[in-house]
């Protein structure tokens, strides 16, 4: 990986791959390449009305085509476990899936009563939900541009999670390392539509952007309904300010 990517290390490539591998601080490289972009606006201290304490983000919730397949694949993909399908009617059905790996450190296996009690104690859950007769077709933000855009992922260990995938036939996008247009299902997902096809140039400008920040070093991989989703490093440069 650090080979390809010191192949691709060229003129503005050669700053990407300096970004990469954390050598120069984001947002300083970021300042000068341009009259006013790309820039960070960073966020307040502010603290939130102390009355949102506990409020947390606990689900998220895909609608899919096939229960049997999405749930079969959060599984053996990202690890998520199954916690339950509830079967509201013959046609209507809600899966809820956690990560539960016994913990950060693996040590604390939990079975998935145990998992259950906790839910709406933990984050990150998966909620899949299914008709299976729906009057329109899911159209999945790789396809067409719409509200929801994708949602990340992080691994520990790129490379091996990306060899995992491929074993597993999983549909990439692009891996990390890999430089990718936006233009198709990059471009929907990231709400950006036809913009290639629209203003190659205002294409262009937008790619060489959003390199350095992180897009040269995800791996962009599809689920089974199409959805977008971001396989990050555990160790990838945050953006500073
Ligand atoms: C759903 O997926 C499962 C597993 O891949 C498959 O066996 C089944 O035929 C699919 N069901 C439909 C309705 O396509
Ligand atoms: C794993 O994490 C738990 C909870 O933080 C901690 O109590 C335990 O000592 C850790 N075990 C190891 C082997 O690191």
Redesign the pocket.
């Known amino acids: 990986m650090l080979l390809a990517k010191g192949l691709l290390a060229k003129g503005l490539l050669a700053q990407v791959f300096l970004l990469a591998r954390g050598l120069v601080p984001v947002a300083s490289a970021l300042a000068g390449r341009g009259p006013g972009f790309p820039r960070i606006d960073a966020g307040s201290d502010t603290p939130a009305d102390p009355a949102t304490t506990g409020y947390f983000l606990n689900h998220f919730s895909l609608n899919v085509e ?1 229960l ?2 999405s749930t ?1 694949w959060y599984n053996q993909v990202l690890g998520l476990r199954l916690i339950f399908i509830f079967r509201a009617t013959e046609k209507f059905s809600i899966a809820y899936m956690a990560h539960s790996h016994g913990g950060r450190n693996g040590t604390g296996y939990q079975t998935v009563r145990e998992i259950n009690r906790q839910k709406n104690n933990i984050e990150g859950l998966l909620e899949l939900v299914h008709y299976s007769d729906p009057s329109e077709p899911l159209v999945p933000s790789t396809v067409y541009a719409n509200t929801f855009g994708h949602f990340g992922v992080v691994v520990p260990d790129i490379p091996a999670a990306q060899a995992r995938f491929e074993k597993l036939g999983v549909n990439f996008i692009k891996k990390a390392g890999e430089a990718a247009k936006l233009e198709g299902p990059i471009a929907e997902s990231y709400g950006l539509g036809g913009v290639y096809e629209r203003d190659p140039k205002e294409a262009e400008e937008l790619y060489q952007a959003v390199l350095a920040p992180g897009l040269m070093d995800f791996a962009l991989v599809t689920d089974p309904d199409g959805n977008l989703i971001e396989v990050q490093s555990l160790y990838t440069p945050q953006l500073e300010f």
């Open positions: 096939n049997t397949l079969a």
